[in-house]
């Protein structure tokens, strides 16, 4: 009797157990979003494609700070690159920068890994920092969960918006444009509307 409890408490225990990495595994499925007006978490030395280390105060000066979680692989990501680059461009001179980190994992996606991000950035002519989170620790830090994933961060470096870049994948349909309405609510001191949106394209590949 106490042979076949000790096995039957076994296997309650195995089970338990499954069930726990089987919740781990899983996590970076159903992270939540850090929530619109909490203080955005903070990353430090990311490496870039330029070869240097970026941190969030690097960008101090700035009147907004947008994080674009991205990739090389996925097509929504790709889709989304010019108008990335476009929105760069217009609000440069209005103190805005934006910050593309690839959370993906090279070993679950290979066309994600940093050499294949230093090819991307120079055939795009990337105008911002690409880095490689590397530990994928900021990506959960922020709860993204897909590529591409927007946070707008204020002067204050709270979050002011998070979600989608326009609403749709094809931008000659895109009809509302949601990164470039929030950033201009955010440098005329005003909240967002929305403030959040759906983010739309694939999962981020999670080692």
């Known amino acids: 009797m106490r042979r076949l409890a000790t096995r039957a408490m076994t296997m309650r225990q195995l089970v338990v157990a499954t069930a726990a990495l089987a919740v781990l595994g899983a996590a970076g499925s159903c992270l939540a979003e850090v929530e619109v007006g909490a203080k955005a978490p903070t990353f430090s030395d990311l490496k870039g494609v330029d070869g240097e280390t970026h941190s969030l105060a690097d960008y101090e000066d700035a009147k907004a700070v947008v994080v674009i979680f991205t990739c090389n692989h996925c097509p929504v990501a790709k889709a989304y690159e010019d108008r990335i680059i476009e929105i760069q461009s217009d609000y440069a001179d209005k103190g805005v920068q934006i910050v ?8 679950k996606q290979p066309q994600d890994g940093y050499d294949e991000m230093k090819v991307r950035a120079k055939e795009k002519e990337f105008n911002f920092p690409y880095l490689v989170d590397a530990t994928q620790e900021v990506a959960r830090s922020y709860g993204a969960t897909r590529t591409p994933h927007v946070f707008i961060l204020d002067g204050d470096r709270e ?6 870049i326009d609403d749709n994948m094809n931008a000659s349909k895109a009809e509302k444009q949601y990164v470039r309405d929030a950033l201009d609510a955010v440098l005329a001191g005003n909240d967002p509307d929305p403030a959040s949106t759906n983010a739309v394209g694939c999962t981020i590949k999670w080692d």
């Open 100 to 107: 593309a980190i690839n959370p993906n994992s090279p070993k």
């Open 159 to 164: 979050v002011a918006y998070v979600g989608a």
